[in-house]
């Protein structure tokens, strides 16, 4: 499974870091690992992802202000998500595809200008 560090709450303008953790190394090193977000009223998106090479992609709604890497001695994915805007609100969840679909419990986001 895949479990998420709390949210917050920050200023437009402002950063903040969300770690996701793998209970198994397995899911971890099995493939990509996404962070998706969920704003009220949209479907869910996928915003980043990483390979297993650590490749990166971004969404063009976050590309240049967030950045995901994933730290494989400790099976964490990170998001450093920068320069916050009150459009990025919404509920951050981790993902990776295996045999199944695994998410993270999700984390709120709110930024407030």
């Known amino acids: 499974d895949l479990v998420q560090s709390r949210g917050g709450l920050v200023q437009a303008g402002g950063s903040l870091r969300l770690s996701c953790a793998a209970a198994?190394?397995?899911?971890?090193?099995?493939?990509?690992l996404d962070w998706y977000r969920e704003v009220l009223g949209r479907p869910r998106e996928l915003i980043a992802s990483v390979a297993t090479d650590d490749t990166a992609n971004y969404a063009d709604s976050v590309k240049g202000r967030f950045t995901i890497s994933r730290d494989h001695a400790t099976h964490t994915v990170y998001l450093q998500m920068n320069s916050l805007q009150p459009e990025d609100t919404g509920v951050y969840f981790c993902?990776?595809?295996?045999?199944?679909?695994?998410w993270g419990q999700g984390t709120q986001v709110t930024v407030f200008s």
């Open positions: 198994s190394g397995s899911i971890f090193v099995t493939g990509a």
């Open positions: 993902h990776a595809k295996r045999s199944r679909d695994y």
